[in-house]
């Protein structure tokens, strides 16, 4: 049996990831894995045992990736990792840590990928599609895509349509469309739903409309959502963002498709942990 490589993706930004990952390293290499790293961070880790190679080459030839920071760290790596069918485990030294699932004092549970000895969980994504025209850009949300104002204190106009019918129109800072996964990030700050994430659907939440009676609606996992932009704007400038990335300018004339991805993230759960058992110590019991 040839031996196992862990793709190891540092946020050398946080604080103490540095340490964090030469332990993920020795760890590894304790139970035969060879941990693998981008040729850019070679000059920060020396004489660990490491392999080093460009992102594309690790990637492909990596059993599974493991990312050391904080939630952001492992959504961003993820979504990469899934279009390469690579699973992903995070070990969490950022704030909340509500998907890096295992803490820097517990890096001895990743002995258990060796011996099959862990739940893989299959997250949904959105397929995120903005037409200019004839062109077409294509993005991909594990958690969100949000369409809102810009630094103007003005609230924007969109229409909703879902398969092609027509929803509802919407004064507003904007709206966000969530996967369950996403449905405890701004979502939840927004006053939409906690959804399990083995459940699939889409959930829409305006935020701070215009209202009385606005609400998150949840679409079913094969409905093809579709916003558009109010036809008067007053300069005011709306935006795409995707999982909290850059923040990208739509134009008058755009449309932007929102649908479920047909890949999926793969998170390897080594503790076993249950969802609701991570939401009450991650942010209920934090108020």
Known sequence: MSELKAFLIPNLDKPNSLNCTTEVCRELLKIGVIPCLEDDKQKHFTRIGALFGSFDSIMRGCNFVVTIGGDGTLL????????????????????LGFMSFIEPNNLSVLNRVTNGDYNTENRMMLEIIKQS????????????????????????????????????????????????????????????????PYVECITMTPI?????????????????????????????????????????????????????????????????????EVLNQKVLLRG
């Open 133 to 196: 025209g004839n062109i077409e850009q294509s993005y991909y949300a594990l958690n969100d895509a949000v369409i809102s104002k810009g630094i103007k204190a003005q609230i924007i106009d969109l229409n909703v349509a879902c398969n092609d019918k027509a929803v509802s129109s919407y004064r507003a800072d904007g709206i966000i469309l969530s996967t369950p996964t996403g449905s405890t990030a701004y979502n939840m700050a927004a006053g939409g739903p906690v959804i399990s």
């Open 76 to 95: 961003h790596a993820a979504k990469k990792a899934a279009f390469y069918g690579k699973p992903v485990v995070g070990v969490n030294v950022g704030r």
């Open 208 to 276: 701070c409309a215009h209202s009385l009676v606005s609400r998150t609606i949840i679409f079913s996992p094969e409905d093809v959502i579709s916003v558009t932009s109010g036809k008067e704007r007053d300069g005011c400038e709306v935006y795409l963002t995707v999982d909290g990335e850059e923040a990208i300018k739509i134009d008058i004339e755009d449309t932007i498709i929102i649908k479920k991805s047909s890949v999926y993230v793969k998170l390897l759960n080594l503790e076993y942990k249950d969802f609701f």
